[in-house]
């Protein structure tokens, strides 16, 4: 399986984005696909899934309002829309497959993206 996320970029605050994953060799183990963001010196966060079969859409805390999580099964790609970007959402953003019940933890995923970098200026 190998993914990649393209899409990030330099934007103001207030302003959004578009990031997309696209994923290769994708398998039936593979029930969704997660983003998660990792800001300079903190912990790596979750940001938001979604099953490929259902879309059924999960959100962390700072996604909730702002950011939605889609897919298109036909191109095995999930995107991620966000809005109303604040300069604390700067972070380098992975997008990853994985499956289970909860999604919201990094161990719940078994392949990863290079990353694509947010920065949101003030």
């Known amino acids: 399986v190998q993914l990649q996320a393209f899409g990030g970029g330099l934007v103001q605050a207030g302003g959004s984005l578009r990031l997309s994953c696209v994923v290769s060799?994708?398998?039936?183990?593979?029930?969704?696909l997660g983003w998660f963001r990792q800001a300079p010196g903190k912990e790596r966060e979750f940001v938001a899934a979604?099953?490929?079969?259902?879309?059924?859409?999960f959100y962390g805390d700072p996604a909730k309002g702002r950011f939605t999580i889609a897919r298109d099964n036909s191109k095995n790609t999930v995107y991620l829309q966000m809005n109303n970007l604040k300069p604390e959402d700067t972070a380098v953003y992975y997008c990853?497959?994985?499956?289970?019940?909860?999604?919201?933890?990094?161990?719940?995923?078994?392949?990863w993206g290079q990353g694509t970098l947010v920065t949101v200026s003030s």
């Open positions: 060799g994708r398998t039936f183990s593979t029930d969704a």
């Open positions: 990853a497959t994985g499956a289970g019940d909860v999604l919201t933890r990094e161990y719940d995923y078994t392949h």
């Open positions: 979604i099953r490929w079969s259902g879309g059924d859409t």
